[in-house]
């Protein structure tokens, strides 16, 4: 059911812990399953992401996904970051069965929280990111599961 990368990612996550110094810092939820994703930036003077970790309380398509999207945003930039989709970081792990994609949206949006987090902080916007929602299916039309 699950491709060797996601099971690599999910016994050996990537970046998994606290950041002590992280100037931007998301968590959201997935109010479908009640897992919760948080996500901690370290950016420098230079918007370059220098570090990056996650917590989750998840399934382990979420701690693989968000494993594999901390490595996929470690050294980029912000507007480099912010182009790292869900999709993307399924691809990166050779696919995930159709049940398990809601999960990888909580990286992508966990992302994109501790960014959101970080221009408030700083005074900047940054181009494309919306206000966060508070849980990933915030607002979502359609009841079947999106790509
Ligand atoms: Fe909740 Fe996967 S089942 S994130």
């Not at 950016?43 to 996929?72: H, N, P, W, Y």
């Not at 507007?79 to 990166?92: G, L, P, R, S």
Request: net charge negative; with cysteine.
């Amino acid at each position: 059911m699950y491709t060797e990368k996601v099971m690599d990612h999910f016994q050996h996550p990537r970046n998994m812990g606290e950041l002590e110094n992280a100037n931007g810092v998301g968590t959201v939820g997935n109010a479908k399953c009640g897992d919760i994703m948080r996500i901690y930036l370290d950016i420098d003077d230079k918007q370059i992401i220098r570090d990056v970790k996650f917590k989750t309380f998840g399934c382990g398509a979420a701690v693989a996904t968000s494993s594999m999207a901390t490595e996929l945003v470690k050294g980029k930039s912000i507007q480099d970051a912010m182009a790292i989709t869900n999709k993307a970081v399924m691809e990166a792990l050779d696919g995930l069965p159709p049940v398990k994609v809601h999960c990888s949206l909580l990286a992508e949006e966990a992302i994109h929280a501790a960014l959101w987090d970080y221009a408030q902080k700083n005074g900047i916007e940054i181009q494309g990111l919306q206000k966060p929602k508070s849980d990933i299916h915030e607002g979502e039309e359609d009841e079947g599961e999106d790509y």
